[in-house]
C-alpha cells in the first residue's frame, strides 16, 4: 500500500480528537504516522503487538500502550479502563502537542459498558482540548449501534477519509 500524506491533504486543529469510521484502523494509522512527520510526541493505543506496529510503521520515539490481557510494561487489561484513562490523559498532560491515536474501542466495549468507553473517550478528549495536540478515534460503525455511534459522533469530531478503491 503507497503512503499516504494525509495531514497535508486534510485540515487538521490542534485541541480536536477525530474520529474515523472504518472497519480496520488503516486509514488512521496512516494518517497518525503523516502527523508525527511534524515532529510531536506520539502515543498509540491498540490492539495489535507494539513491535508489529514499530516494525510496519517505523514507530521507533512513540509511546505504544497495548490493550491486552497480557500483564507488562505498558500493557493494559481491557477491564481496567480507569488506568487506561489515567495514563493516556498523564502521557496528553506530560508531552504538549501529543498526537494521539487509539483503536481497538470495540475490544474495549466487549469487557465495558458503552457508558464507561464513552467516558473514557471523553475524558481523552477533555486533556487533548487543556493540554494541546490531535487525536484519532478509529471505529467501526458496524460494531455499534446507531445511538451508539452518534453520540461518538457528537463527542468527537467526525473525519470523512475517501477509502482508495482496488
Not at 510526541?41 to 512513540?62: A, F, I, W
Not at 494541546?132 to 460503525?141: F, Q, T, Y
Request: charged content about 30%.
Amino acid at each position: 500500500m503507497k503512503e499516504k500524506e494525509y495531514s497535508r491533504d486534510l485540515k487538521l486543529r490542534d485541541r480536536t480528537l477525530y474520529l474515523i469510521n472504518e472497519e480496520k484502523p488503516l486509514r488512521g494509522f496512516e494518517l497518525f504516522v503523516s502527523l508525527l512527520k511534524e515532529g510531536r510526541p506520539g502515543l498509540c493505543v491498540t490492539r495489535q503487538h507494539p513491535e508489529k506496529l514499530r516494525s510496519m510503521y517505523n514507530l521507533r520515539d512513540v509511546e505504544i500502550f497495548w490493550l491486552t490481557s497480557n500483564v507488562g510494561e505498558r500493557m493494559f487489561s481491557p477491564s481496567a479502563i480507569g488506568l487506561l484513562t489515567n495514563s493516556v490523559t498523564r502521557y496528553i498532560a506530560e508531552h504538549k502537542g501529543t498526537v494521539l491515536f487509539l483503536e481497538g474501542m470495540e475490544y474495549l466495549l466487549s469487557y465495558n459498558e458503552f457508558k464507561a468507553v464513552l467516558h473514557y473517550v471523553g475524558y481523552v478528549h477533555d486533556a487533548i482540548m487543556n493540554h494541546g495536540g490531535i487525536g484519532i478515534v478509529s471505529i467501526d460503525a458496524e460494531a455499534l449501534t446507531p445511538r451508539e455511534f452518534a453520540m461518538f459522533r457528537r463527542e468527537l469530531t467526525l473525519l470523512e477519509i475517501k477509502e482508495d478503491r482496488e
